[in-house]
């Protein structure tokens, strides 16, 4: 079955601790990107790629990275998290840029106190 | 910078009303535009998406947009809904050519059956 997956699906952490939010398809995609998703706001974009080891900025990336060292992989990293960073976190694929179909993971939710 | 506009945040229909859910974008080159669903508990998925051609859209379960150009408006409509259509809408574009896709705050439906 073509997915997103995404783990975990859920993490209460602290503040300072380094965490890893792992995002992986089986669609031989080109292009991933991870959002946040915040009340009000709707999907805002952290980071995308547009192939191994090419990755760009989003919208909002202060505070995270990401590496992609696989196609079918794309870690969203946080190396010091804080409480602004509590959020939804989805990650996406497509074939590639502009009008391609993202496909969307089932997001993971992470709370930092 | 690109943004995109959804007027309504909450939305409440009853059964077989009409829906229209605006959509504004600011963004003077060419764009692909696209509406996905979030339903309770799942995924984003796409509903349907415009790119060129014919400036209305159909995509799944008897949704339709219409892209006017001179508006910079992608707004959705179901001629009649069902209570199976509660969920999050959200309007999403992205440069023609380009990776970055700027989402919409979303629109939260609620069908009365």
């Known amino acids: 079955e073509a997915q997103v997956t995404q783990n975990p699906r859920y993490l209460i952490t602290v503040t300072g601790k380094k965490l890893t939010v792992t995002c992986s398809q089986n669609?031989?995609?080109?292009?991933m990107s991870w959002y946040r998703q915040d009340p009000g706001l709707g999907l805002r974009q952290i980071y995308y790629?547009?192939?191994?080891?090419?990755?760009d900025k989003g919208d909002v990336p202060e505070g995270y990275k990401v590496s992609r060292k696989e196609k079918r992989n794309f870690p969203l990293i946080l190396e010091s998290p804080s409480p602004n960073q509590t959020s939804l976190y989805f990650c996406?694929?497509?074939?590639?840029?502009?009008?391609?179909?993202?496909?969307f993971g089932p997001g993971t939710r992470l709370t930092v106190t | 910078a690109q943004s995109v506009s959804q007027h309504n945040h909450h939305v409440i229909l009853s059964e077989a009303a009409s829906l229209e859910l605006g959509c504004n974008y600011s963004?003077?080159?060419?764009?692909?535009l696209f509406w996905y669903v979030q339903y309770p508990g799942q995924h984003l998925q796409l509903l349907l998406k415009?790119?060129?051609?014919?400036?209305l859209v159909k995509g799944i379960k008897g949704f339709e947009a219409e892209f006017i150009k001179s508006k910079f408006s992608f707004n959705l409509r179901k001629p009649s809904v069902q209570w199976s259509d509660t969920a999050e809408y959200f309007c999403?574009?992205?440069?023609?050519?380009?990776?970055?896709?700027?989402f919409g705050a979303g629109t939260r439906l609620f069908v009365k059956a």
């Open positions: 999403a574009v992205n440069e023609a050519g380009g990776f970055k896709t700027i």
């Open positions: 790629s547009m192939n191994v080891e090419v990755t």
């Open positions: 963004y003077g080159g060419t764009v692909n």
């Open positions: 415009y790119f060129s051609g014919d400036p």
């Open positions: 996406a694929s497509s074939l590639g840029q502009g009008l391609a179909e993202q496909y």
């Open positions: 669609m031989n995609h080109e292009y």
